[in-house]
């Protein structure tokens, strides 16, 4: 199996997907000729024409309005929004009209082709407007899915999954990773599943539930509070919405306490809910609070990104006090 | 590279504002609906020209009856095309009939146009159980994939770029189609036009961007929604191809459109249409427009009436009587009474379709959420009477209308 | 003391504010000679001019741009947003810069001054795009201060806060109160404090938190179950960020049990952070799952809107099973 | 009502599409910077050109040495505004010194006219404890209350409304202060940039809006960004004053910016100014043109050097001498580096950095948060060696550049 850092296997997926289907349709920011300014759509405008792979004017409510529109015709749209902190001018077009269309039409309509992609995250010195978690403003939203992967395996089979999927997905790409994860990535076409969470690691004593980059941070953690005698469950969560509750409550049930963490801040993030969801499910099985890691309830900052970010030193203290409570 | 090589050099220092450039406005008929003397007969048979005509006249009778019926609370709300039915008809029939449609919430009359029966109308104001949008959106929030009619959407705009987008699709298709999108004047202060109109000449897609400019966006007037010369000057900073019509004249809105659509679907250049029109009645019936105009400048716009000014051009051409219009407009009101008694009786939609269509599938938890209701009204079936009554609990006496 | 509604009584802090400082300039669509579609502007204009009450072009994004703008030149704008439904287009307008204004700039710039006024919520017939109430999309962002009144009173000394906090404020008016909810309001100026709880009622058995027009909801269910027998605390979040984590604590440390409602859907709702950070706060002293009676993870509906709403029913539901838990 | 009115009557149909109204470029200097013949000597003291010239040559020589620094490692991000040196500071120079600036990025030749200090540059440029943004933005997001230029946001366009809102403020205090805001050809395809011309022109508000049309947005050219010829054009659809220079042309560009400055402040009357430039480096230190853009057209754009022409032109009128010229750049240089080794050296933003400025005051659960970060600190100090060193615990050995 060949070895792909994430930013390969995902131009790997974009490429299956046009080469399996020709009403799929790449766009955004520099997205043509250059292959986008991560080169995610590298070569795609080579193999499929300039009428499948574009470059965008630089307007990202046109992007996601002509995704919509592209979309609803009977394309599979792709679009790309450069950063995830980018995304926001389009907010209108993707959460009144994205996630309503099927809804308000009596499914007369739906954009079910429609896939946004966007990186995310902090960790590579972006500051306030390059280092967003966006995720918790889209979970409130019914009617859209919301996918992120945690390294390049994951994300292959992940987007496949997305573009093929009969609804419209928002699919964060967590860009810390793009060339720091490498891994196996099969040749094949492959879906993984949405909708559910995956165990990464069985264990006893606490659950530890992240998503996207900070899965590496829960991996660092765990094998520090390992040392220590404490046997970790850990869940990936993949799809933000609709989430697996299930098999996040099953956990508990088993370990009776919870750790969620995200890069966002934590007042509204998408831990609030998953907390909230949980201390109702398994109420009487939580033997500690429902802990949350996340980042400050202030913009992200530069130079002491360190600081803010929610690393392992700050999951393994949580981890701990969660077991001692 | 940039486009400067076409700019010539000057040393004179001159500031320009588009004043220099003014927009003619395009008709054939004149005010009392006579052609413009030395004007050509336009190439509009009969048949079409009578098939226009009736999709107005009953647009009108449906505004009149619905809103009347909104006065007596029959109806929660609603929104008349009154005054603009030769600009929304004159154009739609200038399309191919598969073209799509993407309007803004004004546009009744493409919909009677291409022949969305009355009980269509009806089922979708009354949100009854034949709705196609399952009673989820306010009266007037039409939509018909066999009419090729998008299900309309209240955020303004937003149907603009969608519609750029779509056409992308139709040209990629390439089967021949393309898609008009209306938007009032107001509408096109959103972002979203920019993106749309900008997007849609990079791409050269087949799109007609159809402005009805009637003048006001509820309250404000056009002269508080922009300083220039209308919407169409717009064109040119996209190097779009624009024309302005007379919106009141069918015959003129008729021929710039379909010269429209063979610009766009021929020769894949967007164009803008600028229609100038008057809303001539309330904005919806949410208003009361004596708070911000005057009845003078109503009555002046009234006897501009297209509808008038098409049956005048008819009447002239002997392809129409007084005779018809009477039994024709009898006919349309009978008919929507009727229809409007048959779809208020109708049951509202069932629960389910409180929770279906928000994925292709109920998720899981949605399920949950909707089992719970479903239990809780069983519990409390006196308090939610639609509800009780899908789920066949007959204990409610609610009347039939909305609330 | 005069009687008004909510309208007049926002009408009447509008009208003081623009009294008391002529840097108070109030916009927005229809907000001019009109008054806006509600009235809440009605004769600003006639008595403070054009130059200080106007009717904007009909774009969100440029009204919350322009007001920041004007905020930072040190003006005090009352931006009208004529539906909360219709303030996405904004989005990145008050989620990137409203803000994010004084962080990123040190404090060299801020937009203090900024007030954005928006009705919302359901109740009103109104179908998706009338009836959503957005707070939760808000909520997730540190630098923005967020207000909903209860009633006319609370509106008036709210809103006059809001106006001279030091802070951009999003105030959400429930429209479905506008006209239905009457009572004393004083001619004087007055301001209600931003950031406090107000606790409405007394109780022991279980706590129940809303906040707008939610809190008549609250109204009715707690006449019914004290009718039954049950003790209710009831409190108004006022102002849901930041929020007043201390009160709502103290009150569930004395009841053991909490109830929370809004409109808006579940999933990613306020109610969820509210509960993820009540079941840390107050682990020990639980005695029930913190319960969340809110809108079906769906768009707004029209014709089943009764269905749709977490109404007193509901909430009565709740509250028995929280105490019978 | 609606402007039909001033609209004529015409009874042919014809679609126009902006091709008939080209807008020229208006120049003084020729490519050699030579004044165009027959054009009178620009009115452009000695004092003032040479205030331009060198806060042109201080960009250059400023950009320059940070690229290098970021090539080295020494810094995370850069930058630069070579080649379009002559737009951002002669329109800057036409301004009034207190005149408000809204810029995108790429114009820190405003803020070097303005008399911004290399030192404050740097310590924005390395996020030390002096940054008067605290570290919290990438490198080249300065700011300055005292220089009336507003802190830099990423992002694009959003400015662009924002100096609508600022001019009308200026407007109403009548102080007869005016907006300019930059922005470049990309940024306005966004929806803000139509909201803020329109928003201005109808509420006839002083301000400048200034397109830095450089043909590229990143690896966009501009023939994928619009289809127009340039953006000038746009200002025809809000009926805005407009102006293209040559944005190479430094007396063109204060020339022009100077009238309009005064239709701004004296009439009100907002206006467009499209400056036709070339983005000579590449987007920023972490692009590579090499992929979208031939090596011939850069050539091409380089013998057209703004500091060039203005050097030729200075000098032909005897106002400069390489020997000034060959002085000056090595002091830039050497003060550049003494500056970048002291902003280098200086200690990070305090670790309360990290909780100021959301509000007014640090609310009591983000001071929670703050409490168990700074305990958290103290217990692994060795993991974040600058908040360590902030709360005075020295038991790190953290280089001083940027991670
Ligand atoms: C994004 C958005 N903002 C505001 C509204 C509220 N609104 C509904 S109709 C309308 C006026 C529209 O005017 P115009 O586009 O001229 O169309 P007309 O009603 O004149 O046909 C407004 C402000 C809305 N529906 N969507
Ligand atoms: C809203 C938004 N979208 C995308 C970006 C990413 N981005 C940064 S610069 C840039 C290109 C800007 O081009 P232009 O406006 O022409 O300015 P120039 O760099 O040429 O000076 C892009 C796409 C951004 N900063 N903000
Ligand atoms: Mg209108
Ligand atoms: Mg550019």
Redesign the pocket.
């Known amino acids: 199996m060949p070895t792909m850092n994430m930013l390969q296997a995902i131009n790997n997926a974009l490429d299956m997907a046009m080469a399996s289907d020709e009403r799929v349709i790449c766009f955004g920011e520099d997205v043509g000729t250059f292959g986008g300014v991560f080169r995610a759509t590298s070569h795609l405008q080579e193999r499929y024409g300039k009428a499948r792979c574009f470059n965008t004017p630089l307007v990202e409510q046109g992007i996601v309005g002509f995704a919509n529109g592209l979309a609803a015709q009977g394309a599979v749209p792709i679009a790309e929004i450069q950063f995830a902190d980018y995304i926001f001018p389009a907010f209108d077009q993707l959460v009144n009209e994205t996630a309503k269309f099927r809804y308000r039409s009596g499914n007369l309509f739906n954009v079910a082709g429609l896939t946004i992609r966007a990186p995310y995250g902090g960790g590579i010195s972006g500051g306030l407007y390059h280092s967003q978690s966006p995720e918790a403003y889209f979970t409130h939203t019914p009617g859209l899915k919301i996918v992120v992967p945690r390294n390049p395996y994951q994300a292959k089979g992940l987007l496949l999954a997305s573009i093929r999927d009969a609804n419209p997905v928002l699919f964060f790409e967590p860009k810390r990773l793009y060339r720091a994860a490498t891994g196996e990535v099969p040749d094949a076409d492959y879906q993984l599943p949405l909708g559910n969470a995956e165990i990464l690691k069985e264990g006893n004593d606490v659950t530890v539930l992240g998503w996207g980059a900070q899965m590496t941070m829960i991996e660092a953690a765990v094998e520090m509070v390992e040392n220590e005698g404490v046997s970790c469950e850990v869940i990936d969560l993949r799809t933000l919405l609709p989430w697996d509750v299930d098999t996040v409550a099953e956990s508990v049930f088993k370990t009776g306490r919870l750790v969620i963490t995200h890069e966002a801040p934590l007042t509204g993030g998408f831990a609030g809910e998953i907390a909230a969801t949980i201390q109702e499910r398994c109420f009487l099985y939580l033997e500690s609070p429902i802990a949350r890691v996340a980042g400050l309830d202030t913009p992200f900052p530069l130079t002491l990104e360190k600081e803010y970010m929610p690393d392992q030193w700050k999951l393994h203290d949580a981890i701990k006090a969660s077991i001692e409570f | 590279m940039s486009s400067t090589a076409k700019s010539n050099v000057v040393n004179v220092l001159e500031f320009l504002d588009g004043d220099e450039y003014r927009l003619p406005t395009f008709a054939l008929l004149d005010q009392e609906g006579v052609l413009y003397p030395g004007i050509d007969a336009p190439s509009l048979e009969r048949d079409k020209a009578l098939h226009i005509y009736r999709a107005m006249v009953f647009t009108r009778v449906l505004d009149e009856r619905m809103m009347a019926a909104q006065r007596q609370g029959r109806l929660s709300f609603y929104l008349q095309c009154t005054g603009e039915e030769a600009a929304v008809i004159g154009a739609t029939a200038a399309l191919d009939d598969s073209d799509m449609i993407m309007a803004?919430y004004?546009e009744q009359g493409a919909l009677a146009y291409r022949g969305f029966s009355i009980d269509e109308f009806m089922n979708q104001l009354f949100g009854n159980d034949l709705d196609y949008g399952r009673g989820r959106q306010m009266p007037i929030h039409y939509g018909s994939a066999e009419l090729h009619y998008m299900t309309i959407s209240?955020?303004?705009?937003t149907q603009i770029p969608q519609a750029t987008g779509y056409a992308y699709g139709q040209k990629l298709a390439g089967e021949g189609h393309c898609t008009i999108t209306f938007?009032?004047?107001?509408?096109?202060s959103?972002g979203d036009f920019h993106a749309a109109l900008n997007m849609a000449t990079v791409h050269r897609v087949p799109v007609i961007f159809f402005c009805?400019n009637?003048g006001?966006?509820?309250s404000t007037p056009a002269i508080e929604q922009y300083a220039a010369d209308g919407v169409a000057p717009r064109a040119f900073g996209y190097r779009m191809h624009v024309v302005r019509v007379d919106g009141n004249d069918v015959l003129a809105v008729h021929e710039a459109t379909r010269e429209a659509r063979r610009l766009a679907v021929e020769h894949h250049h967007p164009v803008l249409i600028e229609a100038m029109t008057y809303?001539l009645a309330a904005?919806s019936s949410s208003d009361d427009p004596s708070g911000y105009r005057s009845r003078k400048e109503e009555e002046a716009w009234r006897v501009k009436d297209p509808i008038r000014r098409m049956k005048r051009w008819l009447i002239d051409r002997s392809w129409w009587s007084e005779d018809e219009e009477n039994e024709l407009l009898e006919r349309y009101r009978r008919d929507v009474l009727e229809s409007m008694k048959r779809a208020e009786k109708r049951p509202p939609p069932p629960l389910e379709s409180l929770v279906s269509d928000v994925y292709d599938e109920v998720p899981l938890r949605l399920q949950e959420q909707f089992d719970a209701l479903e239990a809780h009204i069983r519990r409390y079936p006196e308090q939610y009477p639609r509800g009780a009554r899908s789920l066949g609990i007959d204990n409610t006496d609610e009347p039939q209308g909305r609330t």
């Open positions: 803004q004004r209240s955020p303004l705009a938007f009032g004047e107001g509408a096109a959103e009805r009637n006001y966006a509820i809303r904005h």
